[in-house]
């Protein structure tokens, strides 16, 4: 990523930037799979929402999924509303970066694309993923419905003792209801598509969570 601030504590609600009421400009149309980038979406699929670090990496392992309509880079977590990219990582609007995934459920289950989540970044690390450090680093789960939120912490459990057998700490991945999804700049959408060799320090991590079906970058 272009700036990698180091700011390790989240803002108070009364402490963050106010932000705007203008929504952040984007495309219209996914690079990748050639489907809207934003809703309404077509009846039937669900969205889910995961930060796992930097959303350029995170994005492609999703787009890659089968059974996924579309994917966006975007904030959540946070107070701010409508932040840019440089105020998500000052570390005073709350959010952390994640990816928006919209997806058929009768094509692909909740369980698959958590599985995608858990066994590709480090989920132990806190405010930080790699060598990026910051609060907008920080792993989540934003749940959008309550059957996501149980199935989630259930994967969660699942996954610590392989966590713990692998050497690393406890998960500290934040688990919660979505509250606002704010889409990315532009340029951040579908970032390794439209640049194939960029930054990306997401991957398998040698641990399987035991749900879903396997499905890495």
Known sequence: ???????????????????R???????????????PLKGPWPAGLETAVFGMGCFWG???????????????????????????YEETCSGSTGHTEVVQVVYDPAEVTYETLLKAFWENHNPT?????????????????????????EIAQDSLEAFQPIVKNAGHGAITTEIKPLGAYYYAENYHQQYLDKNPGGYCNHGPNGMTC????????
């Open 210 to 217: 035991p749900i879903g079906v396997a499905k890495t970058a």
């Open 58 to 84: 995170a994005e492609r392992i999703f787009w890659e999924i089968p059974g996924v309509y579309s994917t966006s880079a975007g904030y959540a977590g946070g107070f701010t509303e409508n932040p840019t």
């Open 1 to 19: 990523m272009f700036l990698r601030y180091k700011k390790l504590e989240l803002p108070t609600p009364d402490k963050a930037l106010p932000g």
């Open 21 to 35: 009421l203008i929504e952040i400009p984007v495309a219209d149309t996914h690079t990748v799979l050639g489907t």
């Open 125 to 149: 690390q806190g405010m930080r993923q790699g060598n990026d450090k910051g609060t907008q680093y920080r792993s989540a789960i934003y749940t959008t419905t309550p059957a996501q939120a």
